[in-house]
């Protein structure tokens, strides 16, 4: 911990590098406001700059803080000593997609832990604003920093365009993947499928909802599944291929999952033969609100989701558990 002037930071140097400082507390500038970190989560893509050291055509170029999925207190601004919710991305606000109300999709984009904008494995930041969401008295910090999480599997949902009663399969039964499982319930699928290699996330998935799982990487095993909306929330080849095989002929494949090289690839063929409808998943947009609603209703349950918990000064063990994926999700509290 620093004194009243700095505070710890976890920054990335490399390849499985991490290394804690004491960094000077950031001061706010217009607009922005000074937040103490009380949540992270650790994402899939975090694990991609822990292991790779980028994630496809990103490279890191530089020590980096990484973590974008986060809540925090408000030490000064207009919301001062709120517990808030943060949204990671900044967009521009000005260019055509922005004006549209696509912020997700703004060229300029800033991203927490992403390129030079630091992100939350630390005691202090500075954020807009406008990108704090107040969170319920019943939601926890840790519930706060699952709303990114959860907002990813709303855009996603979103995304999969499913009629009311229709069937859905996802592949990936990790946070996102089971948050897409609850989602589809939330909505009114008649049938969810899961399918994931790791027995722990198909059991976890049972839990949450689905109808059937596969424990299997084999694609073979989804045939015949007909699934009106596929979610693939793996990144991986085997993944989209199987989603291809659950897709029914004229069904929607949603790409979720980041590979770990900037390629993807499917069974052409098949895709052609059934006219499956692609779409690519880009982060999320504005769906904090929604988000919040979910849980704060007790629709979506995040809680159960978070099976480890490190302080910041453990960081990279809390990665190490991370990547051996023998929980769900892990949690680090500065």
Known sequence: ??????????????????????????????????????????????????????????????????????????????????????????????????????????????????????????????????????????????????????????????????????????????????LLVQLARVAGASRVVAMDPLVHRTEAARRFGADETVTADAADRLDGVDADVVFEVAGNDRAVHAAVVAARPGGRVVLVGIPDEDTTTFPAGAARRKGLTFAMCRRMNHVYPRAIDLVQRGRVDVASLVTHRFPLTQATEAFRTAVRRAGLKVVVTP
């Open 1 to 178: 911990m620093g004194d009243d002037s700095t505070g710890m930071a976890v920054r990335l140097h490399g390849v499985g590098a991490l290394r804690g400082t004491s960094e000077p507390r950031p001061v706010p500038g217009d607009g922005m406001s000074l937040v103490r970190v009380t949540a992270v989560g650790l994402c899939g893509s975090d694990l991609h700059w822990f292991t790779h050291g980028g994630i496809g055509d990103a490279q890191l170029t530089r020590p980096v803080v990484p973590g974008h999925e986060f809540a925090g207190v408000v030490a000064s601004g207009p919301l001062h000593g709120r517990r808030v919710a943060v949204d990671p991305a900044i967009p521009c606000g000005r260019c055509a997609r922005c004006l549209e109300g696509y912020g997700n999709l703004c060229p300029t984009v800033r991203f927490a832990g992403h390129g030079e904008l630091d992100g939350a494995l630390r005691e202090w930041l500075a954020w807009p604003t406008s990108l704090l969401h107040p969170l319920p008295d019943n939601l926890s910090d840790t519930d706060g920093a699952m709303l990114e999480p959860l907002g990813v599997a709303v855009h996603a949902f979103d995304l999969g365009h499913l009629r009311l009663g229709g069937s859905v399969a996802v592949v990936g039964c990790g946070p996102i993947g089971l």
